[in-house]
């Protein structure tokens, strides 16, 4: 079943990116809030607690977010 909970993760992620870029577009968030949204939630995987696999599960999670927040693709601002 690993395999349907990562297609379903991957699908999750999409959509959530796909309403922070539109919530940009419509200027409901301005970029900082989005920027903090993501940020909160890197923080708290970092800050997870659980057996030695589910700590390293978190971890992963955010260190996807952090990769997110580093290219910039939730808000279509230009690379560093």
């Known amino acids: 079943m690993p395999v349907q909970t990562d297609h379903a993760g991957m699908a999750a992620l999409s959509i959530c990116e796909a309403l922070m870029l539109a919530m940009n577009d419509r200027e409901l968030l301005p970029e900082h809030e989005i920027m903090g949204v993501l940020r909160d939630a890197a923080a708290t ?7 030695e696999a589910e700590t390293e599960a978190h971890r992963a999670v955010a260190k996807i977010i952090n990769r997110i ?7 279509r601002r230009p690379l560093d």
């Open 45 to 51: 995987h970092e800050n997870a607690t659980g057996t």
């Open 69 to 75: 927040i580093a290219g910039g693709n939730s808000v």
